[in-house]
């Protein structure tokens, strides 16, 4: 299987900070890297996919750029709503696996 | 706007068949892969598996071949067994849909069934 490690596991930021979020593949993945947004007790959210590929709807804020085993997604200015949880996930071969997260929480 | 809803027992006995059906309205299931992942309370996302119309499945090996996919497109529904159930398996379990065009993401999501496996 392809292991997915994100870091950090866990960060604090403020409203307005630019905050990154980083995702490594064990093997090359292409560009076949989605992220999700998950808020408590809700589904994951569909952020990007195709490594930078913003999804119809998501705010211009969330920024995704890699190819092959590294990965980021960037929030350019945080915002209240962006508290949450992130995963990535890779779609290059089955089974499809995902990060342990990253949760963004208020500093 | 296509929508996801999951459906089965919240409660399940050790060693017993985890049922579960995700109902998929507002678009066509056909054309598309099905997925189901699960997460265990306070913990990550599992992908459990995906299928296109009964033709093409693909279940996590983690699952040591306790799962089976199946689809009704009459109904539009598409269904999980996990047989052989523990605590382990106890989860929220969700449905979702793997796009090819997107990148093979999983675009649209139900909203999720906890599934407590117990005695």
């Known amino acids: 299987d392809i292991q997915m490690t994100q870091s950090p596991s866990s960060l604090s930021a403020s409203v307005g900070d630019r905050v990154t979020i980083t995702c490594r593949a064990s093997?090359?993945?292409?560009?076949?890297l989605n992220w999700y947004q998950q808020k408590s007790g809700t589904a994951p959210k569909l952020l990007i996919y195709?490594?930078?590929t913003l999804q119809s709807g998501v705010p211009s804020r969330f920024t995704g750029s890699g190819s092959g085993t590294d990965f980021t997604l960037t929030i350019s200015s945080l915002q209240p709503e962006d508290f949450a949880t992130y995963y990535c996930q890779q779609s290059y071969t089955t089974p499809r696996t995902f990060g342990q997260g990253t949760k963004v929480e208020i500093k | 706007q296509v929508q996801l809803q999951e459906s089965g027992p919240g409660l399940v006995k050790p060693s017993e068949t985890l049922s579960l059906t995700c109902s998929v309205s507002?678009?066509?299931?056909?054309?598309?892969?099905w997925s189901w992942i699960r997460q265990p309370a306070g913990k990550g996302l599992e992908w459990i598996g995906r299928m296109y119309n009964s033709g093409s499945i693909n279940y996590n090996p983690s699952l040591k071949s306790r799962a089976t996919m199946s689809v009704d497109t009459s109904k539009s529904q598409f269904s999980l067994k996990l047989s052989s159930v523990t605590a382990a398996d106890t989860a929220v379990y969700y449905c979702a849909r793997e796009v090819e065009a997107a990148g093979r993401s999983l675009d649209y999501w139900g909203q999720g069934t906890l599934v407590t496996v117990s005695s």
């Open positions: 093997q090359s993945i292409s560009i076949y």
């Open positions: 195709a490594a930078s």
């Open positions: 507002g678009g066509s299931i056909s054309s598309y892969y």
